[in-house]
């Protein structure tokens, strides 16, 4: 694989998460302050950009996953069984973990995005989509490779940038 590339999608994927957060904390705030007015095409609007934002970086995170040379290429490559992969904190933290509750929170952020187009009372209608996308925020901050965290997971604010 091409390393430009690999950097490039790497940087997308470092900024994506920036604007996804933002999207969503924009959204939390959104959802809550309006919590009894109804959703309207701007709420459509936020929603939407967000969903969108969170599926772009999905597609750079299943790129660097399957074909990136730290994803599945590197437990072929160094022959690691599921079993080392579980009990080294760090493989099992970009292998297993941090995909894994990224995946959830795309989950919840789609959800809560269709339950943006349903005819719902709009108290219920921004309950909901309020638990669902603080929700996914919780995840996501849990799941980010902050630089503060233990030596082998963290990584730089605007990774792949520099």
Do not use: C
């Amino acid at each position: 694989m091409d390393q430009g590339i690999h950097i490039g999608i790497l940087g997308l994927h470092s900024l994506l998460r920036w604007a996804l957060i933002i999207f969503l904390i924009i959204n939390i705030i959104r959802v809550n302050v309006e919590a009894d007015q109804h959703f309207d095409k701007l709420d459509r609007t936020w929603s939407l950009r967000l969903l969108i934002t969170t599926h772009i970086n999905l597609l750079a995170a299943l790129y660097l996953y399957f074909v990136g040379p730290d994803g599945i290429k590197m437990i072929d490559r160094e022959k690691y069984t599921m079993k080392d992969v579980m009990e080294r904190p760090v493989l099992r933290f970009w292998i297993i973990e941090h995909p894994i509750m990224m995946l959830i929170s795309i989950v919840l952020i789609t959800i809560s995005h269709t339950y943006s187009k349903k005819d719902i009372e709009p108290l219920k209608k921004h309950r909901i989509m309020s638990i669902l996308y603080i929700l996914a925020l919780v995840i996501i901050l849990a799941a980010v490779p902050w630089p503060f965290r233990m030596e082998d997971i963290a990584r730089p604010i605007f990774r792949g940038l520099y």
